[in-house]
C-alpha cells in the first residue's frame, strides 16, 4: 500500500514565476492538506481540500491556490513566486474521523 | 487562535536513558494532540496521539506521551533512548472547535549521544 506520493522531489524556480506541485493521497484517504515548512521552523497550514473544494484555510495569500481532483489527489499552485516562497511544501492525506494526517516526503522549493 | 510552544531546540541525552521533549498547547476548545518526527530531508511520520480518555498515551517506537490539562502540556518520553531516535521532532495541536488544521511547534531536535 503506497503512503502519501509527491511531485516533484526538488523544484528551482526564479521570482515571478509560477509553479505547480503534485500530492497523491495515501489509498483509501479522501482529504488532502497542504503545509510549507521552511528552514529551522515547523509546518504552517496552508489549506486542506475535501470533495473538490477547499474546506479551511490558513494565513497564506491568494497567491498560493489549489485543487483537488475527484480521485482524491491534489495540486499545489503559487503564483509570482518571492524569494520568500522558499521552503519544503508537505502534503498529508488523513480520511474521515480518522484524526492523524499521513504526510508525504515533501518538495523542497528553491526561489532565485 | 491556537498555539504551540516546545521551549528546547535541542535536547541531548546519552543512549539507555530517559528522555523528554516538552510542548505546552493553547486552545480555545478541547485539544487534539500529535506528536511527528521528521528525519534528514523526510517527511513527517505520526507517532502518537491523545484525543481523549487516559493521560498516559502510548505510541510507535516505544515512545509514550502524558497529556496534563491543568498545565496544558503533551511531553513526550521514552523510557531508553536509542542512537537512531536522534531526529527533530514536532507537537501539533488541534482545536476541535477550529477545523481541522494542525498547528505545529517549532520542534525540538533530539541528540542520542552513545
Known amino acids: 500500500d503506497a503512503g502519501v506520493t509527491q511531485s516533484p522531489t526538488h523544484l528551482i524556480k526564479t521570482r515571478g514565476q509560477q509553479v505547480t506541485l503534485r500530492c497523491s493521497p495515501k489509498s483509501g484517504h479522501d482529504t488532502v492538506s497542504w503545509y510549507q515548512q521552511a528552514l529551522g521552523q515547523g509546518p504552517q497550514f496552508i489549506f486542506q481540500y475535501y470533495e473538490e473544494e477547499e474546506r479551511q484555510r490558513g494565513n497564506f495569500p491568494d497567491r498560493f491556490s489549489g485543487h483537488q481532483f475527484p480521485n482524491y489527489s491534489s495540486e499545489l499552485n503559487v503564483n509570482a513566486l518571492l524569494l520568500g516562497d522558499s521552503a519544503l511544501y508537505l502534503c498529508?492525506?488523513?480520511?474521515?474521523?480518522?484524526?492523524?494526517?499521513?504526510f508525504g516526503p515533501g518538495t523542497r522549493l528553491t526561489v532565485l | 487562535a491556537q498555539s504551540v510552544a516546545q521551549p528546547e531546540d535541542q535536547v541531548n541525552v546519552a543512549e539507555g536513558n530517559p528522555l523528554t521533549v516538552k510542548c505546552t498547547y493553547s486552545?480555545?476548545?478541547?485539544?487534539?494532540l500529535f506528536w511527528y518526527v521528521q528525519y534528514p530531508n523526510r517527511g513527517l511520520q505520526f507517532l502518537l496521539k491523545?484525543?481523549?480518555?487516559?493521560?498516559l498515551v502510548k505510541g510507535s517506537y516505544g515512545f509514550e506521551a502524558e497529556f496534563n490539562k491543568s498545565q496544558t502540556s503533551f511531553h513526550l518520553k521514552k523510557p531508553s533512548a536509542l542512537v537512531s531516535d536522534s531526529a527533530l521532532y514536532f507537537c501539533a495541536v488541534r482545536d476541535n472547535n477550529a477545523g481541522n488544521m494542525l498547528t505545529f511547534g517549532g520542534g525540538t531536535r533530539l541528540m542520542v549521544k552513545p
Open positions: 486552545v480555545s476548545g478541547n485539544p487534539y
Open positions: 498529508a492525506s488523513s480520511w474521515g474521523t480518522v484524526l492523524e494526517q499521513f
Open positions: 491523545y484525543i481523549t480518555g487516559d493521560n
